[in-house]
């Protein structure tokens, strides 16, 4: 398990009876594998908090999906600038495997923060753990070769190299699967 998914594990662990008290805002929803929640250029009208399956945030770059991050259980996701600010969204949200979401619209988000001092702090920290995830995939792309990317998810996410097919793997990494191919029968 990585630190963010720990985290947001312990989170909700902390702050469970505050969140009980607003579980009747979630929709709970059984979806699908390849089930995209949210299209590149919608708005977002959703957030999702994940209680199983596996999810990817993607974009589609000159006929290419460029895959940049995962997400698992005890996870929240959205595009969370256009959740907040109701501009297209830059990406899509698809369900990898069936998955079992529970979705929130922005209304009713808005009000448990208005409500929550606590949940409003829980929320305000994820984003700054988000954001510095975001930092640091950031520049593992700049400054990183693609064999160490691997190897660092292996180490931070191992459960994404048993859970997620290799095409995804291998453009979360900015690589071709051949390339990934290769890199994995180096390290076997």
């Given at each position: 398990m ?17 969140w ?8 709970k ?7 995209i929640l ?14 199983k ?13 460029i895959?940049?991050q995962?997400?698992?259980e005890g996870q929240f996701v959205?595009?969370i ?6 501009q297209p ?5 698809e369900t ?15 009000s448990?923060?208005d ?7 829980q ?7 988000r ?6 995939l ?10 160490k990317r691997?190897l660092?998810?292996i ?7 048993l ?10 990494l ?9 890199i994995r029968?180096?390290?076997?």
């Amino acid at each position: 398990m990585n630190r963010n998914q720990s985290s947001v594990k312990e989170t909700m662990e902390i702050g469970k009876i505050e969140w009980q008290e607003f579980q009747h805002l979630f929709k709970k929803e059984t979806v699908p594998a390849k089930t995209i929640l949210l299209h590149e250029g919608e708005i977002s009208k959703n957030a999702y908090f994940i209680e199983k399956g596996c999810l990817r945030s993607w974009f589609n770059h000159q006929g290419t999906d460029i895959t940049f991050q995962f997400f698992m259980e005890g996870q929240f996701v959205s595009s969370i600038e256009s959740f907040k600010t109701s501009q297209p969204s830059l990406f899509n949200i698809e369900t990898i495997e069936p998955s079992v979401v529970h979705s929130i619209t922005k209304s009713h988000f808005q009000s448990i923060l208005d409500q929550s001092p606590e949940i409003e702090q829980q929320v305000e920290r994820l984003t700054f753990e988000r954001l510095y995830t975001y930092q640091k995939l950031f520049l593992s792309r700049i400054k990183d070769k693609p064999e160490k990317r691997y190897l660092d998810l292996i180490e931070s996410n191992p459960e994404i190299v048993l859970r997620v097919p290799q095409h995804y793997i291998a453009s979360f990494l900015g690589i071709t699967p051949v390339s990934l191919s290769r890199i994995r029968n180096r390290k076997l």
